[in-house]
């Protein structure tokens, strides 16, 4: 069983595309965070909190032991259940997560407003006042469309990131911002010492923000490797699916063969 964690933090479950990749060689299980999409429950929102319901949750499945696959926050999220839970896990797979600091982050917004072009001044005017609905929807567009490879299709993919959102849902700005603070309380480096099961960092190299910030990540992890796809950008699946199948399936089939 893989139990695959959305990004965010705060965005809904996006996935689906994702799972149907894989769900014809294994079960696939997604589900919204607390207090995202379409789950219920509230503040404070904590890395211990969030590791705990994952942790609930995979008891309710009835299930000894499974794969945790994570995306962006969410890979961080897998990395931390795998530290805290390691007779629980089978393998991580890291999906273009940004590393155990905030080192990424003046790289990805230089290279996000150089994508975003001429379009800048209205992402910029839109981020700094409140939003109507439309207008959220239209700064959300702006803001995703540079986590794509560059070319025309990366605002296509953008909307259908928008798309997956269950009707109503909003982005959950106190989960976001409380958790991506709590993630610099706790060591992430110290944490992957202890990661005992294997790990599959997979990025895409057209991902804005750099897969290089994770080096001293694929350093501390005990039994991790790298693969980088190229044309992809920060959701590889959306530009390269059937590589990123690929990367993934073969992290389960090695993880599974070696138990």
């Known amino acids: 069983m893989v139990v695959c964690c959305h990004g965010g933090?705060?965005?809904?479950?996006?996935?689906?595309?994702?799972?149907?990749?894989?769900?014809?060689?294994?079960?696939?299980?997604?589900?919204?965070?607390r207090g995202c999409g379409r789950s219920s429950g509230g503040g404070p929102f904590t890395i211990a909190q969030a590791v705990d319901d994952l942790d609930r949750l995979r008891a309710a499945w009835g299930v000894e032991s499974c794969h945790v696959l994570g995306h962006s926050w969410g890979a961080?999220?897998?990395?931390?259940?795998?530290?805290?839970?390691?007779?629980?896990?089978?393998?991580?797979?890291?999906?273009?997560?940004?590393?155990?600091?905030?080192?990424?982050?003046?790289?990805?917004?230089a290279e996000s407003r150089r994508r975003l072009g001429p379009d800048l001044a209205r992402w910029q005017e839109l981020a700094a006042r409140e939003r109507t609905p439309d207008e959220e929807?239209?700064?959300?567009?702006?803001?995703?469309?540079?986590?794509?490879?560059?070319?025309?299709?990366?605002?296509?993919?953008?909307?259908a990131l928008w798309n997956s959102r269950p009707a109503g849902?909003?982005?959950?700005?106190?989960?976001?911002?409380?958790?991506?603070?709590?993630?610099?309380?706790?060591?992430?480096l110290r944490e992957a010492v202890s990661v005992t099961s294997p790990v599959r960092m997979i990025f895409g190299a057209d991902d804005p923000r750099p897969w290089?910030?994770?080096?001293?990540?694929?350093?501390?992890?005990?039994r991790a490797d790298r693969i980088?796809?190229?044309?992809?950008?920060?959701?590889?699946?959306?530009?390269?699916?059937?590589?990123?199948?690929?990367?993934?399936?073969?992290?389960?089939?090695?993880t599974i063969s070696t138990s």
């Not at 996935?15 to 965070?33: H, K, M, N, S, W």
């Not at 700064?139 to 560059?150: E, T």
């Not at 409380?178 to 706790?186: A, E, G, I, N, P």
Request: aromatic share 8%; proline share 9%; charged share 20%.
């Open 9 to 33: 933090p705060g965005l809904w479950d996006y996935l689906g595309p994702l799972a149907e990749l894989l769900d014809d060689a294994c079960t696939v299980i997604r589900f919204d965070q």
């Open 76 to 109: 961080e999220l897998a990395l931390r259940y795998a530290a805290r839970h390691p007779a629980r896990t089978r393998g991580v797979v890291y999906l273009a997560g940004v590393g155990a600091d905030n080192s990424y982050r003046d790289p990805y917004r």
């Open 137 to 159: 929807r239209e700064w959300c567009l702006l803001q995703w469309r540079p986590d794509f490879s560059p070319g025309p299709a990366a605002a296509e993919h953008a909307l």
């Open 169 to 188: 849902t909003a982005v959950n700005l106190a989960a976001n911002r409380q958790l991506w603070t709590d993630r610099l309380t706790t060591s992430l």
């Open 212 to 222: 290089t910030a994770n080096d001293p990540l694929l350093g501390a992890l005990p």
């Open 228 to 254: 980088v796809i190229p044309d992809a950008g920060h959701s590889p699946w959306s530009e390269q699916p059937q590589a990123t199948r690929r990367a993934i399936l073969d992290a389960l089939i090695r």
